[in-house]
């Protein structure tokens, strides 16, 4: 409903104009449908009501093919009886043919002038609103009287939504799908589409759904996530259909059955260490707080600097492109060393590839302690890792969430005592010592050095690199300042690694109570230490 309603822009028809523009259709004036009339009286005469057209534009022929279809489609529709004015007080009943696509439209037409209570009177009071970028949907009339009147709140009066296409479902349904127009352009990554039904006994909307276009574009990722979680959702399901069943049956039982699966029950309980649900949903809020804060919100938001991902620059995205291709300095060492069979690094400032690297460095070292309990082990952590080293905290806090939530059997200490430093002779010790033995090994060595390294060669770069380009260090400072300020992407790396520092205390401290406090408390540096040793 938000992507729905909030690009409504009010706009101000001059005499003799086109009329009011709602999502992207036109509702003609009196001049307009005299003439259409005079051009079509067959059509005219069919209806006493004619659906408001789209916005005729020349960079695109939706809009007649639309109207060419509006005309030849046979719909079923129902009367009923309005009052219209005529002149000063005079009215006149007329009886005015309702179907899907005309109470949308008259309802975006109320929200156009900003007039909610007129939206209000082609809605049903049992709708049921589904806009998905809500994690529930609006019921009742109230509800969504809400959502029009904040959504009619501060809206831009040139945001305008353009229906693209238009589907009858019998004059009961309506299907839609528009894009965002803005400056007469369309809107970046601001697609959609929406399904509306009325209620055949009032003539009202009774029920709505919107699908909005995802502002990230994961690509083949995105079947990579499907892949992973996937599994994690089967193995809830069947984990709570069990306990489903185990309920009824102690239920149904008799009363020393039913002791004895309770018994069963606690004596199952007693070989895990179940999740800490309110943890994992604090986190959960924490990784939509970080979302909404550093990737959605609008521009401006808060005094908030740069543009979000579903809005983000050209520029900007190029920038992102270039530090990712000087992933850990590989191709400016390489050109500084002479080296140019790889082609040539991009252009980046060196304060910025500095903060990129050390942030990258800092989620890099963080999958040895990540894999080394049993919840790690359990969970696909070095694929969400993998996905983590480009995404950060987007990714890492719903992760951390679910494996704070993700109980841990009790057997697990049990485990590593048998299995030992030295590994088994069945080969479930055999392999990473992080992963088989919940201790570190040569993958946390090998990830400690490479990261210090890395984090070394960030705070070099950043100081001295490129003086050409960098400056002297107070010009660096200086730049750093207007970065954080200006750049929306290298603020979200300096709360990422604010983030990382937590993960390292709390990892550690779970994993190493013994560890010292400087390891623990020591960002980056403690971290890269507690690998190595």
């Given at each position: 409903m938000t992507s729905s309603l909030i690009a409504a822009p009010r706009v101000t028809t001059p005499a003799g104009g086109r009329g009011t523009i709602h999502r992207g259709a036109v509702v003609p004036s009196a001049q307009q449908n005299?003439?259409?009339?005079?051009?079509?009286?067959?059509?005219?005469?069919?209806?006493?009501?004619?659906?408001?057209?789209?916005?005729?534009r020349s960079h695109s022929h939706h809009s007649a093919r639309l109207l060419l279809a509006l005309t030849r489609t046979k719909t079923t529709t129902f009367t009923t009886t309005t009052r219209a004015a005529v002149s000063g007080d005079a009215t006149t009943a007329a009886v005015t043919a309702v179907t899907a696509e005309s109470?949308?439209?008259?309802?975006?037409?109320a929200i156009n002038r900003r007039d909610v209570a007129g939206a209000l009177k082609f809605v049903d009071d049992d709708i049921l609103y589904e806009d998905f970028n809500f994690p529930t949907p609006f019921k009742g009339i109230d509800m969504v009287k809400k959502l029009f009147e904040e959504s009619c709140d501060g809206i831009p009066d040139d945001l305008l939504f353009i229906i693209d296409e238009c589907t009858d479902g019998g004059g009961m349904s309506v299907g839609m799908t528009w894009y965002v127009e803005i400056e007469g352009q369309p809107f970046?990554?601001?697609?959609?589409?929406?399904?509306?039904?009325?209620?055949?006994?009032?003539?009202?909307l009774v029920y709505a759904r919107d699908v909005v276009e995802s502002p990230l574009k994961l690509g083949d990722v995105s079947f990579s996530i499907i892949r992973l979680v996937a599994p994690l959702v089967k193995k809830q399901l069947q984990e709570q259909k069990k306990k489903n069943a185990a309920a009824g049956e102690i239920s149904g039982s008799?009363?020393?059955?039913?002791?004895?699966?309770?018994?069963?029950?606690?004596?199952?309980?007693?070989?895990?260490?179940?999740?800490n649900n309110a943890a994992a949903a604090t986190l959960y809020a924490l990784g939509a707080a970080y979302w909404f804060v550093l990737l959605l919100s609008p521009p401006g938001w808060q005094g908030l600097p740069g543009?979000?991902?579903?809005?983000?620059?050209?520029?900007?995205?190029?920038?992102?492109?270039?530090?990712?291709?000087?992933?850990?300095?590989?191709l400016p060492l390489l050109n500084k060393a002479g080296i140019d069979l790889l082609g040539p690094a991009p252009a980046v400032h060196p304060v910025?590839?500095?903060?990129?690297?050390?942030?990258?460095?800092?989620?890099?070292?963080?999958?040895?302690?990540?894999?080394?309990?049993?919840?790690?082990r359990d969970l696909p952590t070095v694929k969400l890792w993998s996905v983590a080293m480009f995404l950060t905290n987007a990714l890492l806090l719903p992760y951390m969430a679910l494996r704070t939530a993700t109980p841990v059997p009790a057997t697990w200490e049990a485990e590593k005592k048998a299995l030992g430093s030295g590994g088994s002779e069945g080969g479930e010790g055999q392999g990473l010592a992080e992963v088989a033995r919940g201790e570190k090994g040569l993958l946390s060595k090998a990830f400690g050095f490479s990261g210090l390294a890395v984090g070394l060669v960030s705070v070099a770069w950043a100081l001295a690199a490129d003086p050409e380009v960098g400056g002297d260090m107070a010009q660096r400072g200086?730049?750093?300042?207007?970065?954080?300020?200006?750049?929306?992407?290298?603020?979200?790396f300096v709360v990422d690694i604010a983030v990382f520092s937590a993960w390292q205390a709390y990892l550690i401290g779970q994993l190493d109570p013994k560890a010292p406090a400087a390891c623990k408390y020591v960002?980056?540096?403690?971290?890269?230490?507690?690998?190595?040793l």
């Open positions: 005299q003439q259409k009339q005079q051009r079509r009286p067959a059509a005219a005469a069919a209806s006493s009501v004619i659906a408001p057209s789209l916005p005729r109470v949308v439209r008259g309802m975006y037409d970046p990554n601001a697609r959609g589409a929406s399904l509306y039904r009325i209620n055949p006994a009032s003539g009202k008799s009363s020393s059955s039913s002791s004895a699966a309770v018994g069963g029950a606690a004596a199952a309980a007693g070989e895990s260490t179940g999740g543009e979000p991902a579903w809005a983000v620059a050209p520029e900007t995205l190029k920038g992102v492109i270039d530090q990712s291709t000087d992933f850990f300095f590989v910025t590839l500095g903060v990129f690297n050390f942030a990258e460095a800092f989620v890099f070292m963080l999958l040895p302690p990540l894999l080394m309990d049993r919840k790690g200086v730049f750093l300042g207007e970065l954080l300020k200006s750049d929306r992407v290298s603020l979200a960002p980056f540096w403690g971290l890269a230490a507690w690998l190595m």
